[in-house]
């Protein structure tokens, strides 16, 4: 290879090197278009139960929060609900006192109904994204698991222990052992914030919501309906989970 | 090679291709448009969940296998033809409290479980994005699909107990209606994972039991209780066989008889479904 030709081919690699840079560039970052790092949110939004069994429930949150940056943040929330017994659970209860009260019945799991909550709890935000909702709406949206704690008040009417019978031939009572506590709970959950400017995102999320269960084993009916309190607690009642979605809007300021 | 060749090459390997012509306009701040890196259209995906829990279930309880077979028509419309395998159905949590703790049972047309089955829906997806996490960027299609198929059915006869496990008759095949929708991300141009609710609806009562219907199981009952199930003069599409013989655990299966005819004769109709998220991983060919 003479000279000439090494001499070419350097000024050739030379030449190549930003060339190669230039052909290849980083692809194109879009900034944020919301950020929401250093910004606090006040929301609201009304939630629904789902996989109701035995209670049924509808949520209204008021909701504060602030964002340390952009993928975490601490909200602080008040939950008010309407809660009360499915169809189901209420006709197991008639049947239940259809049939004559002979012997020892257990009382059921996963009948505490949710009244009011308050909780607080870190949001970890690792997904920033955009869709187009048809072909000239682009949203951008943040993805975020939410995990807390706090207290809530619970109330508990039972679908076994009846205290005084209206009609067994009907199977009302008119007065179930009915049960009021303030409970710790844990909640989690998983949720999108739909940006629809830098003031303002719709949330969606699904919430789960878990306290510990407390019920009665062994309860006598007879004695029962005669208003004497008989069963025991269970000893290990086990955990009640409540799924809700929750649908609101939050504004940042 | 002279130098005037050296230069006519080095200025030709070292010119940009793709040369954009709005690069240095001041007015082209982002691309708006960007090529889809890996099309769908015209080709053909395979998805496979093998774990699918049931959520939300009242009376009965389901896991399940499925495989998905997905042809892309466009980037937007498919076709899929999903095959499922019910692995585990039992009674619920909540039916076996209900039954040990109050002594109710749910009816039997709200017990009837999925076996296996076979399902066909159209595919839509009409959102397509791309978010960043963790400092990747994933593209992912938001989709939904309804369609329908049939499914194989039974129902528990006999609770696990000390005699043995749960036994179950046959409830026959029965249409199955599903809709659902759900995420597809795409990993190179290849691979897929697909996080999908899908719920797959059944209904009707139970009118037969491993096929004996109700004047079948009442002669075949006659039997049991004479000492011998022979079979003699129930309907031909009636399997006897469901009846005779012990489980692994020594349990009499004629005993299965009795609550056999209960069933079918408590009448009475539901529509049950089964809500499944399934976590699939596909290969695009």
């Known amino acids: 290879m003479s000279t000439l030709q090494v001499l070419a081919l ?22 944020r278009l919301y950020p929401v790092g250093g910004r606090f949110s006040l929301g609201a939004t009304v939630g629904i139960g789902v996989f109701d ?21 601490v909200d602080a929330m008040v939950t008010g609900a309407l809660s009360g017994h499915t169809a189901l659970a209420d006709r197991i209860g008639q049947h239940l006192l259809q049939t004559p009260p002979v012997g020892t019945v ?32 682009p949203i951008r949206y943040q993805g975020y698991l939410w995990l807390g704690a706090g207290a809530a008040w619970l109330d508990r009417t039972s679908v076994v222990v009846c205290r005084s019978v209206a009609s067994r031939e009907q199977g009302t009572c008119a007065d179930w052992l009915t049960e009021s506590r303030v409970a710790p709970v844990a909640s ?4 999108f914030r739909l940006f629809t400017g830098v003031h303002g995102a719709v949330l969606l999320e699904l919430r789960f919501v878990v306290w510990k269960d407390s019920y009665l084993l062994g309860v006598d009916r007879a004695a029962a309906e005669a208003g004497t309190v008989t069963g025991q607690a269970a000893p290990s009642p086990g955990f009640t989970n409540t799924v809700l979605v929750d649908l609101g ?3 940042f300021f | 090679m002279n130098l005037l060749g050296a230069i006519v090459l080095a200025a030709v390997l070292g010119a940009d291709p793709a040369t954009d012509p709005l690069a240095s306009s001041p007015n082209v701040q982002y691309r708006v448009l960007e090529p889809k890196p890996f099309p769908d259209a015209l080709r053909h995906e395979l998805v496979i969940s093998p774990l699918v829990p049931q959520v939300g279930s009242t009376f009965t309880t389901h896991w399940l296998a499925s495989l998905t077979y ?3 028509a466009t980037e937007w419309l498919g076709l899929r033809v999903q095959p499922f395998y019910v692995w585990q159905a039992q009674r619920s949590r909540f039916s076996s409290e209900l039954l040990s703790r109050v002594r109710q049972d749910a009816a039997a047309a709200s017990s009837v479980m999925l076996k296996d089955g076979v399902v066909a829906a159209p595919e839509w997806t009409p959102i397509r994005g791309k978010f960043t996490a963790f400092g990747g960027t994933v593209r992912y299609g938001f989709l939904l699909f309804a369609g329908a ?22 409830t026959g095949t029965r249409l199955v209606v599903t809709g659902g929708a759900g995420f597809r991300m795409q990993l190179g141009s290849r691979f897929t994972v697909r996080l999908e609710v899908q719920d797959l609806i059944h209904w009707g009562s139970v009118t037969r039991v491993d096929g004996c219907d109700a004047a079948d199981l009442q002669i075949l009952v006659d039997q049991h209780t004479a000492g011998q199930v022979t079979g003699a003069g129930v309907s031909g599409q009636c399997n006897v066989d469901a009846f005779r013989g012990t489980t692994a655990g020594g349990y009499d299966r004629g005993n299965d008889l009795g609550v056999a005819l209960g069933k079918v004769n408590e009448g009475g109709s539901d529509t049950l479904q089964v809500v499944g998220v399934y976590l699939g991983f596909g290969v695009e060919l």
Do not use: C
């Open chain 1, 10 to 31: 350097a000024g050739l690699a030379a030449v190549l090197a930003p060339a190669r840079a230039s052909a290849s560039p980083e692809p194109p970052v879009e900034p």
């Open chain 1, 53 to 73: 069994t035995l209670t049924r429930t509808g949520t209204l949150d008021l909701r504060a929060g602030w964002d340390f940056n952009d993928w975490l943040g």
């Open chain 1, 106 to 137: 257990d009382d059921l799991s996963d009948l505490w109904q949710l009244k009011a909550m308050v909780l607080g709890g870190v949001r970890l935000s690792p997904l920033y994204g955009k869709f187009n909702l048809g072909s000239d709406l």
């Open chain 1, 188 to 191: 989690g959950a998983l949720g």
């Open chain 1, 249 to 251: 809007y939050a504004f």
């Open chain 2, 70 to 72: 997905t042809f892309h």
């Open chain 2, 149 to 170: 198929g049939v499914g194989g059915t039974e129902i528990e006869l006999k609770t696990s107990d000390a005699l043995g496990p749960a036994t179950y008759g046959s």
